[in-house]
C-alpha cells in the first residue's frame, strides 16, 4: 500500500475554514432565542435553556476551533505521473485516486476570502465528478494546475 500523500493546504487555510466555520454556525445562535421565546409561551423548563445555550457555545467552539487543525492536519494531496491522489475527512478519511487519463479539463478558482488570504482552490474534472485542493498559494497552485494538464496531456497520447 501507497504512503498517505505529503503535500498539505497552506497553513492559511485554517483561518478561512474558521472563518466560514463561524459564519455557518451563527445560525446556531437562533436555537436559544427560540427555545426562550417558546419558554416565556408554554411555561417550558429554564434549565433546559441554559443546556441548549451551553451546546451551542461548545458546537461553536468544536467548529471554529478544533475542526480546521484537523481539516488541516488530515487534508492532502499528491501528484504522480499516471495519477493524482487527494486524501479529505475527519473522523472518515476519504482517499481519492484520479487516473490522469480521465482528467478533462482543470482550473483554479478564487474567492473573496481565499484572495484575502493569498489562496487558490484547483479544481480537477472527470467526466464523472470534479474534484478540489483547496487552499493552495496561488503560485502553487497554478503550477498543480499546469503540471496535471501537462501529465493528462501525455496520458491521453499514450492511450
Do not use: C
Not at 12 to 39: C, D, G, H, N, Q
Amino acid at each position: 500500500m501507497r504512503a498517505n500523500p505529503s503535500q498539505r493546504p497552506s497553513p492559511k487555510m485554517r483561518s478561512v475554514w474558521r472563518i466560514t466555520s463561524l459564519l455557518s454556525s451563527i445560525s446556531l445562535v437562533a436555537l436559544p432565542i427560540i427555545y426562550y421565546f417558546l419558554m416565556r409561551y408554554f411555561s417550558l423548563p429554564f434549565f433546559i435553556l441554559m443546556i441548549i445555550i451551553g451546546v451551542v457555545i461548545a458546537l461553536i467552539i468544536f467548529l471554529t476551533l478544533f475542526l480546521p487543525t484537523l481539516k488541516l492536519k488530515y487534508t492532502a494531496y499528491e501528484i504522480y505521473e499516471n495519477e493524482l491522489e487527494i486524501q479529505k475527512g475527519i473522523f472518515v478519511i476519504k482517499r481519492i485516486v484520479i487516473p490522469m487519463v480521465r482528467v478533462q479539463h482543470v482550473t483554479t478558482e478564487v474567492g473573496p476570502l481565499l484572495r484575502r488570504y493569498g489562496l487558490s482552490t484547483v479544481n480537477i474534472s472527470t467526466a464523472a465528478t470534479t474534484h478540489e485542493i483547496e487552499g493552495l498559494e496561488h503560485h502553487i497552485a497554478e503550477k498543480l494546475r499546469d503540471k496535471i494538464i501537462y501529465l493528462a496531456r501525455i496520458s491521453d497520447d499514450d492511450v
